[in-house]
């Protein structure tokens, strides 16, 4: 079974930066699409990136475009979330899911991708505050 564990989170000043990885075992990540979710503080859990499995379809939502970049490092089984002049709006869990699928995705979310996550972490905390 894929298991993913979720790192690189804490506390940082407004302004500053975390890289979130999202490390993989039990299955190489090479047939996997990758999505970052994020669930702030009395807030629903929203789509925050994902990407695909050969890295050509990536997707952004509004709030994190232009500061956040997702990669992947198929070779050390892991993602990553490199997350840039953070505010405090960014504050929240944030988790790793995967869905095992070579599909690009046609649409402007991850959408594409819900179907058939079915691996999650357990989340990684950050808090963004002076």
């Known amino acids: 079974q894929l298991k993913l564990v979720e790192s690189g989170g804490g506390l940082v000043h407004p302004g500053g930066s975390l890289r979130l990885s999202c490390a993989a075992s039990?299955?190489?990540?090479?047939?996997?699409?990758i999505a970052w979710f994020r669930q702030g503080p009395g807030k629903e859990r929203e789509e925050v990136s994902c990407?695909?499995?050969?890295?050509?379809?990536?997707r952004y939502t509004d709030a994190v475009k232009g500061r956040f970049t997702i990669s992947r490092d198929n070779a050390k089984n892991t993602v990553y979330l490199q997350m840039n002049n953070l505010a405090p709006e960014d504050t929240a869990t944030y988790y790793c899911?995967?869905?095992?699928?070579?599909?690009?995705?046609?649409?402007?979310?991850?959408?594409?991708?819900?179907?058939?996550?079915?691996?999650w972490g357990k989340g990684t905390l950050v808090t963004v505050s002076a």
């Open positions: 990407i695909s499995a050969s890295s050509k379809s990536i």
């Open positions: 899911a995967a869905t095992a699928t070579l599909n690009e995705l046609s649409g402007s979310s991850c959408r594409g991708y819900y179907y058939g996550m079915d691996s």
């Open positions: 039990g299955y190489s990540l090479d047939y996997y699409a």
